[in-house]
């Protein structure tokens, strides 16, 4: 039975995202970002959560990316993380905000070098010609930062999930599956006690 007494669904969170990290199976951090555009068009993909805290979930990309673009048209996102090896999911829903520019900086400057240098090569998302169109841009920008740190580019950046839902789900036999969910009003409020859903 998972532990909801302290009505904090975040270090619940944390648990089960440690608990699946356990079995070196699966990427702990992997999540599929939901958002849709100006015509109200639905989009998903995964990316990576790269940082944690009461505040809410943090993932970085190009700002010129479609993802981006529908963020700045319907700043809300819905997250889903599915961890297989443990039979759990976790779902997040809320409205989003750009990170500062000062844990973007940070947070980049802990990436590997090549990753800094793609940052820059990519133009995230528009056509090439093949695939030795990126590899002369990697080529050109190793060029552009031959030594020394990798300054973090203009267009690229981060966003934070500011959580008003978070649903819990658990894979039971015979699909008698433990759900339960989260709410608040806004996120300058408390968490209410769970509220369990039929599967």
């Given at each position: 039975?998972?532990?909801?007494?302290?009505?904090?669904?975040?270090?619940?969170?944390?648990k089960?995202?440690?608990?699946?990290?356990?079995t070196?199976?699966?990427?702990?951090?992997?999540?599929?970002?939901?958002t849709t555009?100006a015509?109200?068009?639905?989009?998903?993909?995964?990316?990576l959560?790269?940082?944690?805290?009461?505040?809410?979930?943090?993932?970085?990309?190009?700002?010129?990316?479609?993802?981006?673009?529908?963020?700045?048209?319907?700043?809300r996102?819905?997250?889903?993380?599915?961890w297989?090896?443990?039979?759990?999911?976790?779902?997040?829903?809320?409205?989003?905000?750009?990170?500062?520019?000062?844990?973007?900086?940070?947070?980049?400057?802990?990436?590997?070098?090549?990753?800094?240098?793609?940052?820059?090569?990519?133009k995230?998302?528009?056509?090439?010609?093949?695939?030795?169109?990126?590899?002369?841009?990697?080529?050109?920008?190793?060029l552009?930062?031959?030594?020394?740190?990798?300054p973090?580019?203009?267009?690229?950046?981060?966003?934070r999930?500011?959580?008003l839902?978070?649903?819990?789900?658990?894979q039971?036999?015979?699909?008698?599956?433990?759900r339960?969910?989260?709410?608040?009003?806004?996120?300058?409020?408390?968490?209410?006690?769970?509220?369990?859903?039929?599967p």
């Amino acid at each position: 039975m998972p532990d909801t007494d302290n009505n904090d669904p975040i270090a619940l969170f944390k648990k089960w995202q440690d608990d699946a990290a356990q079995t070196k199976t699966c990427d702990p951090t992997a999540m599929a970002v939901a958002t849709t555009d100006a015509q109200g068009r639905p989009s998903v993909r995964m990316v990576l959560l790269k940082a944690l805290d009461e505040r809410g979930f943090v993932f970085y990309t190009n700002l010129d990316s479609p993802k981006v673009a529908d963020l700045r048209a319907h700043p809300r996102a819905a997250l889903c993380f599915h961890w297989h090896a443990i039979d759990r999911q976790v779902r997040v829903e809320g409205p989003v905000e750009p990170v500062t520019d000062a844990e973007a900086d940070a947070y980049f400057a802990t990436r590997a070098r090549l990753s800094q240098i793609g940052a820059w090569a990519s133009k995230q998302s528009r056509p090439m010609d093949g695939y030795w169109e990126l590899e002369k841009a990697v080529a050109a920008t190793l060029l552009r930062f031959p030594i020394g740190s990798v300054p973090r580019p203009a267009n690229w950046s981060g966003f934070r999930v500011k959580p008003l839902r978070i649903e819990f789900w658990w894979q039971k036999p015979f699909r008698h599956h433990q759900r339960f969910a989260y709410e608040r009003p806004s996120t300058d409020v408390s968490w209410g006690k769970e509220q369990w859903l039929y599967p």
